[in-house]
């Protein structure tokens, strides 16, 4: 019995202490929390309430800094994606706007021998 009672005595001040070194990581938890918009619902003596709170606000962080990090990682991702296409793709354009400009060109000349074959039989006839 006696060493029950001393385990027992040296088991209660090992808590207390436990305990005592948790409350400033709760208090901390509290005010991380609370910068972060999310406010502890736990009483004052409720460590172990406190710290759950505090890991769930934590991973709660964690995972918005994540996601955000990995938003950014797929615009930059895209973004290059994007620029590469247009680089593989301007001889493309390249080439259809010299065919747009040459068929516009075509249908000009087309429309200027029409024009002067129009005037020339007009001076050979007469205009009539």
């Known amino acids: 019995m006696t060493i029950r ?43 172990a309430g406190r710290l759950a709170q505090r890991e769930d606000c934590l991973a709660g962080r964690g995972r918005a800094y994540r996601d955000g990090v990995t938003n950014g990682v797929q615009q930059r991702v895209q973004s290059g994606r994007d620029a590469v296409d247009a680089v593989r793709n301007t001889p493309q354009r390249q080439v259809d706007r010299l065919r747009n400009a040459g068929t516009t060109e075509q249908n000009r000349l087309n429309a200027l021998g029409q024009q002067t074959r129009t005037n020339a039989a007009n001076m050979l006839t007469g205009g009539l």
């Open 5 to 47: 009672k001393s385990l027992l005595a040296l088991a209660l001040p090992m808590t207390v202490l436990a305990l005592t070194a948790a409350m400033p990581a709760a208090r901390a938890a509290d005010d991380a929390c609370t910068q972060s918009g999310n406010q502890s619902t736990a009483p004052g003596w409720d460590v």
